[in-house]
């Protein structure tokens, strides 16, 4: 949508050269922006059944959290190695140069849980597929991801798509990387 679109600031070389920073504050910030991008995944997924929301660590967080709350349903955090306190299951994904592992609460997801994934941005996609492995680890039945912006280019997306099976929809799109 290009309001919500427009309202995102775009940072070069941050944070590193080449790089272009698709900054989600300067939407966040705006109360319209905010309005719309929550009311937009709202309108989009009451009423289809979901039982909880998961974010990914930490701008997942700022989208999935008021969606939860306007679905009336929990929120699921979905965060970085060695910050969730109960026992957790991990998914290791690559980086571009080396490793991460985000964790999720094992008692977070029950059988027949049917579960919205929630991010800021997908690019590579890698974050997003570690996330609904670690669902499906728990039993989960994934639904849809849903991410604000999308980066098509790095073909995130479609991999999602094509390997897991995943739907994914994003509120706008950016050419390039
Ligand atoms: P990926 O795993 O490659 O799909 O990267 C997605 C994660 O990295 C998301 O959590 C984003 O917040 C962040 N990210 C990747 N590329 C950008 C970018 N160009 N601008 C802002 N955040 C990004």
Redo the contacts with the bound molecule.
Sequence with gaps: MSIVKSKIRTIPDYPKPG?????ITSLLLDPEGLALTIGTFVNRYQGKGITKVAG?EA??FLTGAPLAFQLGVGFIPIRKKGKLPAETVAEE?DLEYGKDVIEIHKDAVQPGDRILVM??????????IAAVKLLRKLGAEVYEAGVIID?PD?G?AKKLKDDLQVPIFSICEFEG?
Excluded: P, V, W
């Design positions: 790089i272009l920073f698709r900054d990914i701008r997942g994904y991010d800021d941005l997908i690019a590579t996609g890698g974050t997003m980066l790095l995130g990387h």
